[in-house]
Every structure is written in structure tokens, then in C-alpha cells.
């Protein structure tokens, strides 16, 4: 609890994925992906709760060894189609009527995210407190190569490979 604020995270992680099979829990470093973002909000010292959406049994059941709740994410939330907000906005649901828990936050963790700084998600937090804010989210202005798979050929998506800028070269 912060300031008289309950605070959750909730994790949407589904099972399913087409790009990277199992990528949630593909290891990184000895440990399932999904794990850096359940330790992420367990190092925090405002997040009362923590959450893990999904429809995958594996993933619940890692996601429980390394101490987040579990919510089962019905199909419609599972889909190919379906966002990451309507998970999120099902969890809320959830977390208020079946669980019988009120708050006042919630922190979305996507759980392929590794690279977090220790200490931001507090600061975050407490920003979003003492200013009154309805909301505040963390980006990165990264720009990569793209590439697009047509049968057997690759074709830059939205770079010109005889004029791509040198990574060095490309300001963060």
C-alpha cells in the first residue's frame, strides 16, 4: 500500500503465441521470461499484489512457483485478436468480484519486457500519486530494421538497405 493506495500488477501472459512459440516461457539466463516481470513487482515496494492472466496451464503453473496469482483468462481474452487491454480489463473484473479485492491501481507488466530499470516502477507509482494522475506508462523511441517474409524472400518492411543508417549512427 502506498499513500492509502491498494496497488495490483497484472502480468497478461497467454499461451499460443505464433511469432515465438512458447515465448513466455522461453528461458533467458536460466529463467522463464515470464518470471522477470513477476520479480520485477515482487522488488517493488508499493505493489500489494501481483497477477498473471492467461490461458496457458505451464504458464500458470510457473507463474504461481514464483509467486504471482493466477487468473484464467477465458478464450475470448486468448485469442490471436484479442489485446492485452481486454486481459487487463478482465483481471480487474476478476480481481474485484471473484476475488472480492478492491484497489485504487493497477501496474500493467507486459511479461516479455527484461529490461527494466531497479526502482523506476516505484518512482512511477509515486508520480502517479503526488500528481493526481489518471495514468503513466514507460517507452522506449526505438526504431529497428524491419524485415517482411514473402514465400522465399525477404524485403526491408521500413528501411532502405542501400541508404540504412549504421546502428551507431542512429540516436535512442
Known amino acids: 500500500m502506498y499513500k492509502d493506495n491498494r496497488i ?3 502480468i497478461p501472459a497467454r499461451s499460443g503465441s505464433k511469432g515465438i512459440k512458447n515465448k513466455n516461457l522461453i528461458k533467458l539466463l536460466g529463467n522463464p521470461l515470464i ?3 513477476i520479480n520485477y513487482a515482487k522488488k517493488s515496494k508499493l505493489i500489494d499484489r501481483i497477477f498473471v492472466s492467461t490461458d496457458g496451464e505451464n504458464i500458470s503453473k510457473i507463474s504461481k512457483n514464483f509467486g504471482a496469482e493466477i ?3 477465458p478464450k475470448k481474452y486468448s485469442s490471436d485478436t484479442a489485446s492485452s487491454d481486454s486481459a487487463v480489463i478482465h483481471a480487474i473484473k476478476y480481481i474485484k468480484q471473484r476475488l472480492g479485492y478492491e484497489f485504487d491501481i493497477v501496474v500493467f507488466l507486459q511479461p516479455t519486457t527484461v529490461l527494466r530499470k531497479f526502482g523506476e516502477l ?3 507509482i509515486q508520480m502517479l500519486v503526488k500528481k493526481k494522475l489518471d495514468t503513466v506508462f514507460s517507452s522506449v523511441d526505438y526504431q529497428p530494421f524491419l524485415w517482411t517474409r ?3 524472400n525477404l524485403r526491408p518492411e521500413n528501411f532502405n538497405p542501400k541508404k540504412r543508417k549504421r546502428r551507431q549512427d542512429i540516436s535512442i
Request: hydrophobic share 35%; net charge positive; no cysteine.
Open 8 to 10: 495490483v500488477a497484472i
Open 35 to 37: 518470471n522477470y516481470s
Open 71 to 73: 487468473i484464467k483468462r
Open 122 to 124: 516505484d518512482q512511477a
Open 150 to 152: 514473402s514465400k522465399n
